[in-house]
Each structure stands twice: as structure tokens, then as C-alpha cells.
């Protein structure tokens, strides 16, 4: 029975585990040079409705490492930009393909997907959750503190889609997780109450300090995401006072780490000298989403 990535509650800790697992040797092999193909032959569709760096490049080389192909279907050049029920997109692209890989605009697209496709499919990202970077944030994590277990996380800035992963991620892994969020800017409601449900050990403030306060890794994002340029100026205005800088970042353990997804505005949510600093481990954080991302390739479609 196929199984889709769509967000991380849709998977066990055990499971989950078993990828960081996969992470780890399939990241051997490639820096030992040692063959890998355990996708040879089998194609990957990758449907673009928002602009990418990291995302397609880090699942383009991947399926080729693995010995596999990957297609570039911008949204724009195919049937599905001239308004092509997902339904029917689905039902073809997943007889053609062993997988799809969509990074778009509703959660709600990337279910319908997933249902009518004979293929697994992957969420490279929506507005509501980005699963594949919370799958290289917390390798990353794992990579430098040894595990994630007995560890608190904090996310400063917006309540935006990364927000609710790792919110997911809390209540998947069972760590702690402090949020600080402007007022009116806070994660997605539904998201926060079913991590509650799950148990998940979670603190919500309006105060960056409070929640780098003890913290053991500070991740951000940027105050405006694709499709909120318009409100970047008053974006700016609202979360003056939750950049990640040397101040909040003293804060936090004196061990602690930094992570951002990238792209960085520098100046804004993170400074130029904490994404710089000896602290920061975000560009082992972007390559690693090469390497995670193989690893949920490899056992979904391998």
C-alpha cells in the first residue's frame, strides 16, 4: 500500500526514526563515493506552483544519485496552469511516474493529489507545512547535539508554515518547543490544537527572549514568505525586535545551535553575524536536504 509524505503527524516517531536512519547511510555513501542506486530506473514528477532553490535542485540531484529521474513540470507550462482538475493531473502523472514531488499553495491541492495518484506523493512545500526541511533541520540537529530527545527547540518570528512543522515535529518527537510570535501572527490554530492533543510540551509567547530562554537550538525564517510581498513593510514594522542576533542568542544554552531554512534576509529575522557565527550550522542544515529527502524518496519509492 502506498504511502504519502504530506506532513510529519502522518508518520510514527519509529518510522520517522528509521529515515534519519536511512539519512545517515545514504549521506556516507554519497561523501565515500560509494554507488547508490536504489531508485534505478523509476522517474520523479516535480510540479512547481511556487519558485525554488533549494527544493528542486536538492530533489533533482537526488534521484539522480539514487539512480533514478526527475522532470521539472512547472505549473505554468502544463494542463494544470490552464486549469486541469487535480483529480485528473493525479490519475496520469501517477501511472507515468513512481512519484510526485509538488511544492504549491494549499495543503488542501497536495491531499487531493495524493488521493486520486497511484504514486506516493511528497509536500515540497505548502502555506500550511514544510515536511522535507523539518526532515534535514532535525538530521541536522541529530548530526551536531548527538539526538534530538531531552533537548529544547525555539522558533522565533512568524507563525508561518515552518512554524506549524515544527509544531508537528514537537508533537511527533515528543521535544520541547518555545514559540515566540508577534501578536496576530501566530501559528495556525488547528495545527496547535491537535499537537495539544497529541501531547505535545509547547510554549507560546509574544517575547523572542522567553523563548530562547535555556533553549538548545533557535531556528527563524524570513518575516515575509512567497505570496506576502505586499505585506513586507508592515511585516517588518510588526516583528521589529525578533531577530535572531547576538542578544537573544545569548539567551539561549551556551551550546546552542542556529538553523534557518533559507533564503536569509540578513538584517531582518537573523543577523549577519549570528548566520556567520560559529553557532550556525545553516549550511549543513540546506545540504542536508539533499540527503533527507533522498532518504524519503528511497522509502517511498524504492
Not at 530527545?149 to 522565533?156: N, R, V, Y
Not at 515552518?162 to 518527537?173: D, E, L, P, Q, R
Amino acid at each position: 500500500m502506498k504511502k504519502d509524505f504530506l506532513a510529519l503527524t502522518d508518520w510514527s516517531k519509529a518510522e520517522l526514526d528509521q529515515m534519519f536512519e536511512l539519512t545517515r547511510e545514504l549521506k556516507e555513501k554519497q561523501k565515500n563515493g560509494e554507488p547508490h542506486e536504489l531508485l534505478k530506473g523509476k522517474s520523479l514528477a516535480m510540479i512547481f506552483e511556487k519558485s525554488s532553490t533549494r527544493t528542486r535542485v536538492s530533489f533533482e540531484v537526488g534521484m539522480f544519485q539514487l539512480g533514478g529521474h526527475a522532470l521539472f513540470l512547472h505549473s505554468g507550462t502544463t494542463q494544470m496552469g490552464r486549469g486541469e482538475p487535480i483529480k485528473d493531473s493525479g490519475r496520469v502523472m501517477g501511472r507515468y511516474c513512481d512519484g510526485i514531488m509538488i511544492r504549491t499553495f494549499s495543503q488542501e491541492a497536495v491531499a487531493e493529489l495524493a488521493q486520486w495518484s497511484e504514486a506516493p506523493v511528497i509536500n515540497g512545500l505548502t502555506d500550511l507545512y514544510h515536511p522535507c526541511q523539518l526532515m534535514a533541520d532535525i538530521f541536522t540537529v541529530i548530526e551536531h547535539k548527538g539526538g534530538y530527545e531531552g533537548l529544547t527547540f525555539a522558533w522565533i518570528g512568524d507563525g508561518n508554515n515552518m512554524a506549524n512543522s515544527w509544531i508537528n515535529a514537537a508533537a511527533v518527537f515528543g521535544f520541547e518547543l518555545q514559540i515566540a510570535t508577534p501578536k496576530g501572527y501566530e501559528p495556525d490554530r488547528a495545527v496547535m490544537a491537535r499537537a495539544e492533543e497529541m501531547g505535545a510540551i509547547i510554549r507560546y509567547s509574544n517575547d523572542p527572549m522567553v523563548a530562547a530562554d535555556g533553549a538548545d537550538v533557535l531556528s527563524t525564517d524570513v518575516w515575509a514568505s512567497m505570496g506576502q510581498e505586499e505585506e513586507a513593510e508592515k511585516r517588518r514594522q510588526a516583528f521589529a525586535g525578533y531577530q535572531i542576533d547576538s542578544k537573544v542568542l545569548a539567551a539561549a544554552r551556551p551550546e546552542a545551535i542556529v538553523l534557518h531554512c533559507l533564503p536569509a534576509h540578513r538584517g531582518e529575522e537573523i543577523s549577519d553575524a549570528v548566520i556567520e557565527g560559529t553557532q550556525s550550522v545553516v549550511f549543513d542544515q540546506a545540504e542536508n536536504r539533499l540527503h533527507a529527502q533522498k532518504a524519503i524518496l528511497a522509502t517511498l519509492m524504492g
